[in-house]
């Protein structure tokens, strides 16, 4: 390519927010006995505060381009004796504009950007002096592969967020880290943040965890961090010091091939268990792994812009953008539907009514997050303090592992207490009920409630599928009462369900949204409805996998129909580890609210009668295998069970499935649960961990036609998460 092919392709994107690239000429301190010379110093900044991430779009690229063959002229020349890269306060570089890269409309274009990358990046690492990247801050995808590409690195021990999340995005780390980062950490290592990180949940790794790999060759202090770097890279010029690289290898040599070959087969096997491949980009990185053992750097360069030209035209990748950056990152933050926060009032005090698992998870994650006293109240002071108990260790915990200091460790102890009677509640501005998911038990603590707190003191459910427009029936203030469901774990899982009933006023609303960002939660409001949102489709989905088994499809065609779309796990494994009973109980709730599409399995309850705990025959849900290799259900358990003779293949219970959710969502978005299917999609990523691949799940059905099947046409218009039209 020519450099009017990068700049037509500039060209294109003119809206692009350019990371500017700033160079300083410093005078490197002496290093045995004299000045090494001048370093010149390039700082990344997008000169925007640091909500705003620097990022590299084509004209970022083409701008660093200039700079950097500017400054091979002077190392020619014998001006500078190296170059260093660091970024703004907080940010190497956060990775590629993922907005200029989803809007690459034809794959030429695609490869243009992947190859103008591998330019710019060959010329730091070519420079003629020694290179440094100074890794100051967070560092991910393209950003790492800069320092990837320089001679040495330093890393802060401040920094956070290092790790090439390409597998995760639907991409490969397309700009050298492939190829480079196996042989700096070794190739276990390499699988580690190029697969494992990714698909568990985008897992990153801090400064002195990079260091720790091999990925850095110095690490310092964040307060003067710059300085102790190039200070740092004074001495290696000058030959004072010289880098080792424990961890680092030549896949040339047997034993290395050997480890080489072991870790990809081990990252096959990792990805098939996470994904069951339904995404092409993980194979994809261990593909392009795989080959580039025996590649030059060149040729290794030549297969990852083709790689990346082909995954920037798919579908599972425009999903996984749509998903990350629509929903996520924008989505989220400005909820559809949420009243002006001016109308919030303040909270300075949370009740909670119950100490059982629920309750103790929801005080701990209040006092922690909110920093106000919390009280829980139940039936008698044993349950009580078993609940306060369990707060206090997992404070305990907390400490022991380095998360919270002793300080707020001893605050956030002191801020919850118990009681066994509800006037603890009188000068609460907030309480909320995790008690027994029974309609009149919960009626009947709202109205006890209700006859203490101040008529200003908001009452909120955390009912997974109750009606919230029931339980204020008899309330003196209906307006009060507000859905506020979490999902469990509470601390992990980051949805919350704000839910609406007829009469609940605009400032409950808002109050509840102002709690959920100050619990660092993402809310959604939502319609008061059957089971909401993730719940009802959950059941929706699960509901007709155990009508397939209870027709007489075989229990491993059944729980392994889904596989191709990719989800966390299987519908068997699910419904054990939420529990039987909890399950059928949100079941029936459904078929009572909609009898023609939520059966009720006999099957189920038989086992949930006898106690047991879950279909396959192991505690945890994950089935155990038998002598022949194949998952089992015990023969006590199929003796509780009677079965229709009418089987489906996989196949048949896959587009079952499809067009249940698909008619599902359709009418769930007639209803107005939410204000649209990004909500759906945002409920399912956030409440359920469904993969970003899927885009939530509305881009899943677009693309296997099951929305057009159904309802007649897509949810989403062609662009949204798929190829533009």
């Keep these: 390519m020519s450099a009017a092919d990068f700049r037509k392709l500039a060209d294109l994107f003119p809206n692009e927010t350019v990371t500017r690239s700033y160079v300083q000429d410093i005078q490197l301190p002496a290093a045995g006995g004299k000045s090494p010379g001048t370093f010149a110093l390039v700082t990344l900044d997008n000169g925007l505060d640091h909500s705003k991430p620097t990022t590299l779009g084509p004209n970022t690229l083409v701008e660093l381009g200039t700079v950097l063959e500017g400054l091979k002229e002077r190392a020619a020349r014998g001006e500078i004796a190296g170059v260093g890269v660091t970024g703004k306060p907080y940010f190497l570089v956060a990775g590629a504009d993922l907005s200029t890269v989803k809007s690459i409309s034809g794959r030429e274009h695609g490869l243009w950007m992947a190859q103008l990358g591998h330019e710019v990046y060959a010329t730091l690492a070519n420079l003629g002096v020694p290179s440094f990247a100074f890794i100051n801050g967070l560092a991910l995808g393209g950003g790492l592969e800069i320092a990837l590409q320089s001679t040495y690195r330093t890393v802060s021990t401040g920094a956070g967020a290092l790790a090439l999340p390409e597998a995760f995005i639907g991409l490969v780390p397309g700009w050298g880290g492939v190829y480079i980062l196996p042989r700096l950490i070794g190739p276990e290592n390499a699988l580690k943040v190029m697969i494992e990180n990714p698909l568990s949940n985008n897992r990153t790794l801090t400064g002195p965890q990079a260091f720790k790999l091999g990925m850095a060759d110095a690490m310092f202090e964040p307060a003067d961090f710059v300085e102790q770097s190039v200070a740092w890279a004074a001495k290696v010029i000058a030959g004072a010091v010289t880098p080792e690289r424990a961890n680092a290898v030549d896949p040339a040599e047997p034993e290395v091939a050997a480890r080489w070959a072991a870790a990809v087969a081990r990252g096959r096997a990792f990805v098939e268990a996470k994904t069951s491949n339904a995404s092409p980009a993980p194979a994809k990185v261990l593909d392009v792994m795989e080959a580039n053992r025996t590649l030059s750097q060149a040729q290794s360069a030549e297969l990852e812009c083709a790689t990346l030209a082909d995954l920037m035209q798919t579908d599972e990748f425009r999903s996984t953008v749509y998903a990350f950056l629509d929903l996520?990152?924008?989505?989220?933050?400005?909820?559809?539907?949420?009243?002006?926060?001016?109308?919030?009032?303040?909270?300075?005090?949370?009740?909670?009514?119950?100490?059982g698992l629920m309750a103790s998870q929801l005080a701990l994650l209040f006092a922690r997050q909110l920093k106000i006293p919390v009280v829980m109240t139940d039936i008698d002071q044993?349950?009580?303090?078993?609940?306060?108990?369990?707060?206090?260790?997992?404070?305990?915990?907390?400490?022991?592992?380095?998360?919270?200091?002793?300080?707020?460790?001893?605050?956030?102890?002191?801020?919850?207490?118990?009681?066994?009677?509800?006037?603890?509640?009188?000068?609460?501005?907030?309480?909320?009920?995790?008690?027994?998911?029974?309609?009149?038990?919960?009626?009947?603590?709202?109205?006890?409630?209700?006859?203490?707190?101040?008529?200003?003191?908001?009452?909120?459910?955390?009912?997974?599928?109750?009606?919230?427009?029931?339980?204020?029936?008899?309330?003196?203030?209906?307006?009060?009462?507000?859905?506020?469901?979490?999902?469990?774990?509470?601390?992990?899982?980051?949805?919350?369900?704000?839910?609406?009933?007829?009469k609940t006023d605009d400032a409950v609303l808002a109050t509840a949204f102002e709690l959920a960002k100050g619990l660092k939660k993402s809310a959604v409001l939502v319609k008061d409805a059957p089971a909401f949102v993730v719940n009802r489709l959950l059941?929706?989905?699960?509901?007709?996998?155990?009508?397939?088994?209870?027709?007489?499809?075989p229990a491993e065609v059944a729980d392994n129909a889904l596989r191709p779309m990719g989800l966390p796990m299987t519908p068997f494994v699910l419904g054990a580890m939420v529990g039987l009973p909890v399950a059928q109980h949100v079941q029936e709730s459904l078929h009572a609210a909609f009898p023609d599409r939520f059966t009720v399995s006999a099957n189920l309850q038989n086992l949930i009668d006898s106690g047991v705990k879950s279909i396959w025959a192991a505690p945890n849900?994950?089935?155990?295998?038998?002598?022949?290799?194949?998952?089992?259900?015990?023969?006590?358990?199929?003796?509780?069970?009677?079965?229709?003779?009418?089987?489906?293949?996989?196949?048949?219970?896959?587009?079952?499935?499809?067009?249940?959710?698909?008619?599902?969502?359709?009418?769930?978005?007639?209803?107005?649960?939410?204000?649209?299917?990004e909500d759906i999609d945002l409920c399912m990523i956030l409440g359920a961990g469904w993969p970003m691949f899927l885009g939530g799940i509305t881009p899943y059905l677009d693309r296997v036609g099951a929305s057009e099947r159904v309802n007649g046409r897509k949810f989403l218009a062609a662009g949204v998460a798929s190829a533009p039209a």
């Design 328 to 355: 996520v990152q924008r989505r989220s933050k400005r909820p559809a539907g949420a009243p002006d926060r001016k109308l919030a009032r303040p909270v300075t005090k949370i009740g909670v009514v119950g100490a």
């Design 539 to 553: 059941l929706r989905l699960m509901g007709e996998v155990t009508a397939a088994f209870d027709e007489g499809t």
């Design 621 to 677: 849900g994950t089935p155990e295998k038998g002598p022949d290799g194949k998952p089992f259900i015990p023969a006590e358990s199929l003796a509780l069970m009677t079965f229709g003779n009418e089987p489906s293949t996989a196949e048949q219970v896959l587009r079952r499935t499809q067009d249940a959710l698909a008619a599902e969502i359709g009418l769930m978005l007639t209803e107005g649960v939410v204000a649209g299917p």
């Design 382 to 502: 044993a349950r009580v303090d078993k609940g306060v108990g369990y707060v206090h260790a997992e404070v305990d915990k907390l400490l022991a592992k380095g998360r919270i200091s002793s300080d707020a460790a001893n605050r956030t102890r002191a801020l919850v207490s118990g009681s066994v009677s509800k006037e603890a509640f009188a000068d609460a501005d907030f309480v909320i009920e995790a008690v027994f998911e029974e309609l009149n038990v919960k009626k009947q603590v709202f109205k006890e409630v209700e006859a203490i707190v101040s008529p200003e003191c908001i009452l909120a459910t955390n009912t997974s599928s109750l009606s919230v427009t029931a339980m204020a029936e008899d309330l003196e203030h209906p307006e009060r009462l507000v859905g506020f469901h979490f999902f469990n774990p509470v601390a992990v899982m980051p949805l919350l369900e704000i839910v609406r009933a007829p």
